[in-house]
Nanobody
Framework: QVQLVESGGGLVQPGGSLRLSCAAS???????GGWYRQPPGKQRELVAT???????EYVGSVKGRFTISKDNAKNTLYLQMNRLRPEDTAVYYC?????????WGQGTQVTVSS
């Protein structure tokens, strides 16, 4: 079992920035990491992924604005979010995955509003 704890969410104005953190209870090993989000009234969507080797991918709506990264020494995933828009408002979830194993954080609210 791997426990994940997200932090860094909150209220921010359009055009602002937030950095989300996801602390894992153990080392990543061969696990892949990712960030998902669920806007109000919509289904969960994949935002960004990072492989165990460090390769990254992003959903088109966040390319050029968001950056996923990790610090293996700290067992932590990050999501840097810049130039935020109201449509980025959602509950954000981090996850680790390897084969059939899936571990999820509890979610952190990000609200982009004036």
């Amino acid at each position: 079992q791997v426990q994940l704890v997200e932090s860094g969410g909150g209220l921010v104005q359009p055009g602002g920035s937030l950095r989300l953190s996801c602390a894992a209870s153990r080392s990543f090993g061969n696990y892949n990491g990712g960030w998902y989000r669920q806007p109000p009234g919509k289904q969960r969507e994949l935002v960004a992924t990072i492989t165990s080797g460090g390769s990254t991918e992003y959903v088109g709506s966040v390319k050029g604005r968001f950056t996923i990264s990790k610090d293996n020494a700290k067992n932590t995933l990050y999501l840097q979010m810049n130039r935020l828009r109201p449509e980025d408002t959602a509950v954000y979830y981090c996850n680790l995955a390897h084969g059939l194993y899936r571990y999820w954080g509890q979610g952190t609210q990000v609200t982009v509003s004036s």
